[in-house]
């Protein structure tokens, strides 16, 4: 180990010998540097690197540790690669064609509970809070709006509850019109909050069973699988009558004037966690020094887009093509603080997306088990677990330790301030903040599945 550190010290030596002799580079000098012990950077195990991520704006951390040089910063070269779906996203990282990648917080996590692909991944950082939109065609919405208090001036009254769905859902039934809704995968965010805004109103989601992997059972609204860029095709040609999704393709549906959102799961749960970034515990093994790089330059980049003035260059960066490549009017709807509901209708929501305020990048074990309890609730994990289960498959996944080394360093470095650390034991205090105000306490997952009307329950074992 020590014969093969000296051999990269020398290379990366060279390189900047080379590039001091041509011009040079950011990229290069930032690999010397991290490359000397003496000066406190990390030696970097593998500095070649490729991320993967899904077209949505909340990839953002990502794009702007690359675009704003963060990863070199660390000695990192980095290649990022837009993603087709979620199921590609995570068979790559698996398989290590990905060295890691913006995902669904549901996908290491079903993943290490055994439902679907099982592999051994690990997220030491979660890339932001809130983000997503429940969408519905404007024929629903015709029909849900006089179900809808309204203020003086005649603008419907939020949060709007899916009780004002739930009219509708069955003049559909009546009819023989089946109403689908979409989301963007099993595991995603998207399924557990669009299914917990339907429960919280008595329509039943679906539950899945080992015979019915669509989670149908018992649904009074079908839920089925959309990627996330072919959500407003797919509603404006009648396949679904709405859908549940990140930005900017919710927007994107009042840009086009096909759809109206109708809530925001910053009003089903406050301040939720959305994505994450994943690796495989193998690559965070092998090359440990790299994985608290990434961690790092990640971090500053989400405190960057959480620093006031900064959203519309950051809006700039996401319309790029190799990025997010949608209007920039269109993801600016969202991503400066601002969300538009039906059109014209455009609110202040400065808390729409967050990426750093609220310790939003700390992998928190509260907010992973709060999925587990969704995937148990509706059948995704088929048996009954006791409480110490949830703990132990959580903190196999969610990796703090990871993101205290990246954040101790960036003090040191001053980028960060220690005031800025959370002090935690990995859980969130217990929480009201859901739409139906119902209480959710990390350390009591049994009791909190057992304390819904819809859904399965927990025995106590």
Same mark, same amino acid.
């Given at each position: 180990?020590?014969?093969?550190?000296?051999?990269?010290?020398?290379?990366?030596?060279?390189?900047?010998?080379?590039?001091?002799?041509?011009?040079?580079?950011?990229?290069?000098?930032?690999?010397?540097?991290?490359?000397?012990?003496?000066?406190?950077?990390?030696?970097? #195990?593998?500095?070649?690197?490729?991320? @993967?991520?899904?077209?949505?704006?909340?990839?953002?951390?990502?794009?702007? %540790?690359?675009?704003?040089?963060?990863? #070199?910063?660390?000695?990192?070269?980095?290649?990022?690669?837009?993603?087709?779906?979620?199921?590609?996203?995570?068979?790559?990282?698996?398989?290590?064609?990905?060295?890691?990648?913006?995902?669904?917080?549901?996908?290491?996590?079903?993943?290490? %509970?055994? +439902?679907?692909?099982?592999?051994?991944?690990?997220?030491?950082?979660?890339?932001?809070?809130?983000?997503?939109?429940?969408?519905?065609?404007? =024929?629903?919405?015709?029909?849900?709006?006089?179900?809808?208090?309204?203020?003086?001036?005649?603008?419907?009254?939020?949060?709007?509850?899916?009780?004002?769905? /739930?009219?509708?859902?069955?003049?559909?039934?009546?009819?023989?019109?089946?109403?689908?809704?979409?989301? $963007?995968?099993? $595991?995603?965010?998207?399924?557990? #909050?669009?299914?917990?805004?339907?429960?919280?109103?008595?329509?039943?989601?679906?539950?899945?069973?080992?015979?019915?992997?669509?989670?149908? $059972?018992?649904?009074?609204?079908?839920?089925?699988?959309?990627?996330?860029?072919?959500?407003?095709?797919?509603?404006?040609?009648?396949?679904?009558?709405?859908?549940?999704?990140?930005?900017?393709?919710?927007?994107?549906?009042?840009?086009?004037?096909?759809?109206?959102? $109708?809530?925001?799961?910053?009003?089903?749960?406050?301040?939720?966690?959305?994505?994450?970034?994943?690796?495989?515990?193998?690559?965070?093994?092998?090359?440990?020094?790299?994985?608290?790089?990434?961690?790092?330059?990640?971090?500053?980049? /989400?405190?960057?887009?959480?620093?006031? @003035?900064?959203?519309?260059?950051?809006?700039?960066?996401?319309?790029?093509?190799?990025?997010?490549?949608?209007?920039?009017?269109?993801?600016?709807?969202?991503?400066?603080?601002? +969300? =538009? +509901? =039906?059109?014209?209708?455009?609110?202040?929501?400065?808390?729409?997306?967050?990426?750093?305020?609220?310790?939003?990048?700390?992998?928190?074990?509260?907010?992973?088990?709060?999925?587990?309890?969704?995937?148990?609730?509706?059948?995704?994990?088929?048996?009954?677990?006791?409480?110490?289960?949830?703990?132990?498959?959580?903190?196999?996944?969610?990796?703090?330790?990871?993101?205290?080394?990246?954040?101790?360093?960036?003090?040191?470095?001053?980028?960060?301030?220690? =005031?800025?650390?959370?002090?935690?034991?990995?859980?969130?205090?217990?929480?009201?903040?859901?739409?139906?105000?119902?209480?959710?306490?990390?350390?009591?997952?049994?009791?909190?599945?057992?304390?819904?009307?819809?859904?399965?329950?927990?025995?106590?074992?």
């Amino acid at each position: 180990m020590k014969y093969l550190r000296n051999n990269i010290l020398l290379l990366l030596i060279l390189a900047g010998f080379i590039a001091g002799c041509s011009g040079g580079s950011k990229t290069q000098s930032a690999s010397v540097v991290s490359a000397k012990e003496s000066s406190g950077k990390l030696l970097i #195990e593998k500095p070649q690197l490729t991320f @993967g991520f899904i077209k949505l704006t909340d990839m953002a951390p990502l794009a702007i %540790a690359k675009e704003l040089g963060y990863f #070199e910063d660390e000695g990192l070269y980095v290649t990022i690669e837009a993603q087709s779906n979620w199921k590609n996203v995570l068979d790559r990282v698996i398989d290590g064609q990905l060295d890691g990648s913006h995902m669904l917080a549901g996908q290491p996590i079903a993943a290490g %509970a055994g +439902f679907g692909r099982q592999a051994d991944l690990v997220t030491p950082f979660s890339m932001d809070l809130n983000g997503n939109g429940i969408t519905v065609s404007n =024929e629903v919405w015709t029909k849900m709006k006089p179900n809808v208090a309204s203020d003086e001036d005649g603008k419907p009254i939020h949060p709007i509850k899916a009780d004002a769905l /739930a009219p509708v859902v069955k003049e559909y039934k009546t009819a023989g019109r089946p109403f689908k809704m979409g989301m $963007v995968f099993p $595991v995603s965010t998207h399924n557990y #909050e669009i299914r917990y805004w339907l429960g919280a109103a008595g329509i039943h989601p679906g539950l899945y069973t080992a015979d019915n992997i669509q989670g149908q $059972v018992d649904a009074d609204v079908l839920l089925s699988v959309t990627p996330p860029p072919q959500m407003p095709a797919t509603l404006e040609a009648g396949t679904i009558y709405g859908y549940c999704v990140g930005e900017p393709w919710n927007q994107q549906a009042v840009f086009k004037g096909i759809g109206v959102p $109708v809530t925001t799961n910053y009003d089903i749960w406050k301040n939720n966690p959305e994505k994450v970034f994943v690796m495989t515990k193998k690559f965070v093994e092998t090359y440990p020094n790299t994985a608290v790089a990434v961690t790092k330059a990640l971090i500053r980049a /989400a405190k960057w887009l959480d620093t006031p @003035g900064n959203r519309p260059k950051a809006v700039g960066i996401l319309s790029m093509p190799a990025y997010v490549g949608a209007d920039s009017v269109v993801i600016a709807n969202s991503m400066t603080g601002t +969300f =538009e +509901f =039906e059109k014209g209708d455009k609110r202040s929501m400065p808390d729409f997306n967050v990426f750093y305020r609220y310790d939003a990048t700390f992998p928190f074990y509260s907010d992973g088990i709060w999925f587990l309890t969704q995937m148990r609730r509706w059948g995704q994990i088929p048996e009954s677990k006791p409480e110490e289960w949830y703990h132990q498959t959580i903190k196999e996944i969610y990796r703090p330790d990871i993101w205290k080394q990246a954040a101790k360093k960036l003090v040191e470095e001053g980028y960060l301030s220690k =005031e800025e650390l959370p002090e935690t034991d990995g859980y969130k205090d217990p929480t009201t903040d859901f739409i139906d105000g119902k209480m959710y306490d990390g350390k009591d997952p049994v009791g909190y599945i057992n304390s819904f009307s819809i859904g399965y329950k927990d025995e106590t074992l």
